[in-house]
């Protein structure tokens, strides 16, 4: 069973992976965006531990739709609203329950995950976020393995976003230009799946 500690261990993980991966996000960002992909999620996920840090959260969801709602009001651009309504979303469907299981937690991440995709309007082939997280939920199921799986499924998305021509966001405004370059929204989606695991492992 999953409480309100797992899921904060979570975010913390997040926010040091994305702290340790900042300047790649933003290089990657540099190439098909506006190179600020990078900081803006340091400074969500920052502000997302602090704010756990200073309220208290009774419930996996609690703490999943604080964290939300904190990437929603400090992440300027596309990334916090998605990133946003992606951890919202998983939490609303958790509800208040104290304790969640695997499988609970995996039917609640596909719920953000097609939040997401509502929300961007996007779906996976199109060079976005989406890319990584598609493959990351069908891979999960009841079992702590799972999850793992979905962090290397996340990965492999992420590598093929390389040659695709991207569809939506700023770097569909490049056109054949975007060929070649890995997206970021997918590289910084695989970081928080790669969180997930390392919390459901420890």
Same mark, same amino acid.
């Given at each position: ?6 899921? @904060? ?14 300047? @790649? ?17 340091? @400074? ?7 704010? #756990?840090?200073?309220?208290?959260? =009774? ?9 939300? +709602? ?9 990334? =916090?609203? #998605?990133? =946003?309504? #992606? ?32 929300? =961007? ?18 891979? #999960? ?9 979905? +962090? ?14 991207? @569809? ?35």
């Amino acid at each position: 069973m999953l409480d309100a500690d797992f899921c @904060r261990r979570w975010m913390q993980a997040a926010a040091g992976l994305i702290d340790q991966e900042v300047d @790649r996000l933003t290089e990657l960002d540099s190439a098909i965006g506006d190179a600020d992909h990078g900081a803006n999620m340091q @400074r969500g996920f920052t502000a997302v531990t602090e704010a #756990l840090a200073q309220q208290e959260a =009774g419930s996996p969801g609690e703490v999943l739709v604080l964290a939300g +709602r904190e990437l929603i009001s400090k992440v300027g651009g596309a990334s =916090g609203p #998605l990133y =946003g309504t #992606l951890l919202r979303r998983t939490g609303k469907e958790l509800g208040d329950a104290p304790e969640v299981t695997l499988a609970q937690l995996s039917a609640a991440l596909r719920a953000g995950v097609a939040a997401v995709a509502q929300l =961007g309007g996007a779906r996976a082939g199109d060079k976005t976020m989406l890319d990584a997280l598609e493959p990351a939920v069908a891979a #999960l199921d009841d079992t702590a393995a799972s999850f793992d799986a979905a +962090r290397a499924a996340a990965e492999q998305g992420t590598l093929e976003t390389v040659p695709m021509q991207a @569809r939506k966001g700023r770097a569909s405004y490049l056109g054949e230009r975007s060929i070649g370059h890995e997206d970021p929204g997918a590289a910084s989606s695989a970081l928080l799946m790669a969180a997930l695991a390392q919390a459901v492992a420890s």
